[in-house]
């Protein structure tokens, strides 16, 4: 079973496109949401994240784990496919 993940992101941002192109490539299912203009979010995420204030932040099974580099960084010591397909092993 693939874990949840969830991608804040904001229009015309090639992080996010990375982010996006490396995940599909992984063939899960991912959850965006465009917090441009978005306030109130946008200050919730930096809470959350521990102060960053950079897109993508993604989220897997609710656990910020960063942005892009993050995410390929897991990938690249791999980490990413255990964390997004729970079963793996
Ligand atoms: N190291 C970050 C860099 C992300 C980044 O620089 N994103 C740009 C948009 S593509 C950004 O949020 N810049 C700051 C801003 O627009 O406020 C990552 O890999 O996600």
Known sequence: MA???KMYVRPWCGY?????RLLDEKGVAYEKIDVS???????WLVEV???RTTVPQIFIDGRS??????LRALDRRGEL???IWRDAS
């Open 3 to 5: 874990a949840q993940i």
């Open 16 to 20: 996010c496109t990375a982010a996006e």
């Open 37 to 43: 203009g978005d306030t109130e979010k946008r200050t």
């Open 49 to 51: 994240t521990g102060g």
């Open 65 to 70: 784990i960063g942005g892009y580099d993050e």
């Open 81 to 83: 496919d255990r964390l």
